[in-house]
């Protein structure tokens, strides 16, 4: 569900660059991607090299670029960006917050090229699971000077990077504890009048995925690739950009005559570029707040297209610096037919490994755009031995939309 961000460095020189922009027949094709992987593999040992540089030569250095090049995420970045005429365009404001037996997921789309506004609001209990009615997303028209209000949902930026204050107030349709899809018919008991006012506190600088993910993991994932004229193209279409930021949410949810006091940690998203809910064939996202082991906070992510797997994250402690994910091994159990109730989850950074258990409390399954099928769930987190660890907000995401015939098959050769 949440995109992930460029990737640097680039990896091919003007030269190569120049080649690949001409035709070029089969033969040609395969000098040109020997060629293109050559190049990745020593674009990708020169970055990872200067990644390694003695943390004063490295300070010096990003001082320097600060100097000539500014960093994408200053204060005007947090706005909506100009349409590039694109029809896939897509902008979007994320925020999601677990706390104990609770999380919240809110989020406007900008579609431009459809002229419309996509909704979500998701909150997941315990007892029961809060969406808007229907197949619990909202599309709507939308004018050019109400992008940050719709379907009752909005969202104002109080200060750039620190504090933001979403409000919403509608009816949204209380659900079982896993259901998929949308509902033929919803009686009206099922529905109740919600009331939404919280505040996001930032608490970190944001974290662009690619550029800030650790390098190693980086250079794998990209060395691993196919790296070909197929992939490149794929590159050059598809360019969406991306952060995340920790924090707090602080505020009141009411459901009917229920109070809900919203006191979680917190992640928001803030991307924008060529959208497409199929492009990859499977995805997933965590975000987890943690106690009594070695993180306090904990995100990652992970994306399989057809030529390249793309993964990465972060942990941060209590007063420790935040630490990129180095490595990520997940686990799901399922029974056959059904989607996973308990996800394993190993993740490598600097200073040891964590290892935690996360199991499905509760869970909302979505379609979009015919495309991608996305399941959000409320997950309560062990560490291996059976301790209480805290809970997170899990998110599996596939494509649904079948490939070309043709791209399987040449997925399939060797």
Not at 403 to 412: I, V
Request: glycine residues 10%.
């Amino acid at each position: 569900m949440l995109p992930l961000g460029r990737v640097e460095p680039t990896l091919v020189r003007g030269d190569e660059s120049a080649a690949l922009s001409r035709k070029a027949g089969p033969s040609q094709d395969r000098d040109l991607s020997a060629a293109v992987r050559r190049s990745v593999k020593a674009a990708l040992a020169r970055w990872v090299m200067r990644q390694r540089l003695p943390d004063a030569a490295r300070a010096a250095r990003a001082a320097v670029l600060r100097a000539v090049s500014r960093r994408w995420t200053e204060p005007r970045d947090e706005a909506f960006h100009p349409w590039d005429g694109a029809q896939h365009f897509a902008e979007d404001f994320t925020f999601v917050a677990v706390q104990r037996g609770f999380a919240v997921l809110a989020r406007i789309e900008w579609l431009p090229g459809r002229q419309a506004q996509r909704v979500w609001l998701t909150l997941l209990g315990r007892e029961a699971v809060y969406t808007l009615p229907g197949d619990g997303l909202l599309l709507e028209p939308c004018g050019d000077g109400a992008r940050w209000r719709a379907g009752g949902l909005e969202l104002d930026c109080v200060a750039p990077h620190r504090e933001w204050r979403l409000q919403f107030r509608g009816k949204l349709l209380k659900r079982g504890l896993d259901e998929v899809g949308a509902r033929a018919f919803a009686p009206d008991e099922a529905l109740v009048s919600a009331r939404v006012d919280v505040t996001f506190l930032g608490e970190a600088e944001p974290f662009i995925p690619g550029t800030d993910d650790h390098p190693e993991l980086v250079a794998r994932s990209l060395g691993d690739a196919d790296w070909d004229l197929r992939l490149l193209r794929q590159l050059r279409r598809r360019r969406i950009r991306a952060y995340v930021q920790t924090g707090e949410l602080h505020g009141v949810i009411g459901l009917d005559a229920t109070i809900v006091a919203v006191n979680g940690a917190s992640l928001r998203m803030h991307a924008w570029g060529d959208r497409d809910w199929g492009a990859s064939d499977a995805a997933f996202h965590g975000f987890f707040s943690l106690q009594g082991v070695d993180a306090s906070r904990l995100w990652v992510h992970h994306a399989e297209f057809p030529w390249v797997t793309l993964e990465g994250g972060f942990a941060e402690g209590d007063g420790a610096a935040r630490k990129a994910v180095e490595d990520i091994g997940v686990m799901r159990e399922r029974a056959p037919g059904s989607s996973p109730r308990h996800i394993g989850l190993n993740v490598e950074m600097a200073g040891g490994r964590l290892e935690l258990e996360a199991a499905v409390v509760s869970a909302f399954t979505l379609e979009i755009d015919r495309r991608g099928s996305v399941r959000v769930a409320l997950v309560a987190v062990e560490t291996p031995d059976g301790q209480p660890a805290g809970w997170g907000l899990w998110v599996d995401q596939r494509r649904i939309d079948p490939r070309p015939r043709a791209l399987t098959a040449q997925q399939a050769s060797p």
